[in-house]
């Protein structure tokens, strides 16, 4: 079955950096949109970022344009989420998902495949 599992969450100040990493099995990964999403506690899930196909399209939230940078290999079934500058905003668990598609979209609903999440923690 389709599985995605996050890594890379911690806990770190303000200011410095993190890797996320999202490895996919059980589909064919090159025909997944794949996006990053996350929900702080008490607050509505919120789209992060997304990558198309081929990795040539990204889009972002404006919250963490300019800071945050989507990328993925096809050839090892993995998305990346490097988040640099971080605030203590950006605080929450972060969820992989994937949607089979060739459109980036920033709904949660038009994904299918989500990962358990992980969290991130960034203290002032």
């Known amino acids: 079955q389709v599985q995605l599992v996050e890594s890379g969450g911690g806990l770190v100040q303000a200011g410095g950096s993190l890797r996320l990493s999202c490895a996919a099995s059980?589909?064919?990964?090159?025909?997944?949109?794949m996006g990053w999403f996350r929900q702080a506690p008490g607050k509505e899930r919120e789209f992060v970022a997304g990558i198309t196909r081929s990795g040539s399209t990204t889009v972002y939230a404006d919250s963490v344009k300019g800071r945050f940078t989507i990328s993925r290999d096809n050839a090892k079934n993995t998305v990346y989420l490097q988040m640099n500058s971080l605030k203590p905003e950006d605080t929450a668990v972060y969820y992989c998902?994937?949607?089979?598609?060739?459109?980036?979209?920033?709904?949660?609903?038009?994904?299918?495949?989500w990962g358990q999440g992980t969290q991130v923690t960034v203290s002032s």
């Open positions: 998902a994937g949607r089979q598609d060739w459109r980036v979209t920033s709904y949660g609903e038009d994904y299918n495949a």
């Open positions: 059980g589909l064919t990964y090159g025909r997944y949109i």
